[in-house]
């Protein structure tokens, strides 16, 4: 299948700093790519949806300004955590739409935020 | 109400039992299903699709009734390796996760 890698997996930072989290489909072109996040024992929920070359889509209750998402090609995108804190510790996963309508997902980042 | 409801477990089965997950999503104008296999601590893994017509893929088999908004998973003979947690996947315009049942397979 096709494959989508992260970048880092696993990140530790101090309350405040800002966290980047890089998201790329190594085999295909990805036009969409989608941002999760995942709280112990609760299901995915999507974040926000990134368009190669335009603004992010953001779902009810998630802050544009404290996520910015930058999908700057059709095999990049990433995501900053801007002056995160505790709360924001969570699992962050990416996918990308390949053809038809699968979504292969990226194997995670693990933020803790102390 | 949520768009996917999973009964979260979890299913603890000894190996070469036959378990079955359930799953239903609240709108009927879902486009897609799939189930998708989570590992501890890893990203969720497509398992195959779901049709109205059923899809078997080796031990596995899914089923989609779109009358009810009900999806199933049966797993026959299971393995060690089967344990893990499976999610039911339904999308429109979408993806929405249901929250995943936890399956351990015991030796």
């Known amino acids: 299948g096709a494959v989508v890698s992260q970048h880092p997996s696993w990140v530790i930072c101090k309350s405040g700093t800002s966290v980047k989290i890089e998201c790329r489909s190594l085999?295909?072109?990805?036009?969409?790519m989608f941002w999760y996040r995942q709280f112990p024992k609760q299901s995915l929920m999507l974040m926000a949806t990134?368009?190669?070359?335009?603004?992010?889509?953001?779902e009810q209750g998630v802050e544009k300004d404290k996520f910015l998402i930058n999908h700057a090609s059709l095999t990049l995108s990433t995501l900053t955590v801007t002056s995160a804190h505790p709360e924001d510790s969570s699992f962050y996963i990416c996918?990308?739409?390949?053809?038809?309508?699968?979504?292969?997902f990226g194997p995670g980042t693990r933020l803790t935020v102390l | 109400r949520k768009e996917v409801e999973q009964d979260p477990g979890p299913f603890n089965v000894p190996e070469g039992a036959t378990v079955a997950f359930n799953c239903t999503y609240s709108?009927?104008?879902?486009?897609?299903f799939f189930w998708y296999r989570q590992d501890c601590r890893k990203e969720p893994k497509l398992l195959m699709s779901?049709?109205?017509s059923g899809n078997e893929d080796g031990r596995f088999t899914a089923q989609l009734n779109r009358a009810s908004q009900y999806i199933s998973l049966l797993i026959r003979d299971s393995k060690l390796s089967d344990s893990a947690t499976y999610l039911c996947?339904?999308?429109?315009?979408?993806?929405?996760f249901g929250t995943g049942t936890s399956l351990t397979v015991i030796p």
């Open positions: 996918s990308a739409e390949n053809t038809g309508d699968t979504q292969y």
């Open positions: 085999d295909f072109q990805a036009t969409t």
């Open positions: 990134s368009n190669e070359g335009s603004k992010a889509t953001y």
């Open positions: 709108n009927s104008a879902s486009q897609s």
């Open positions: 779901v049709y109205s």
């Open positions: 996947v339904v999308t429109r315009n979408q993806f929405y």
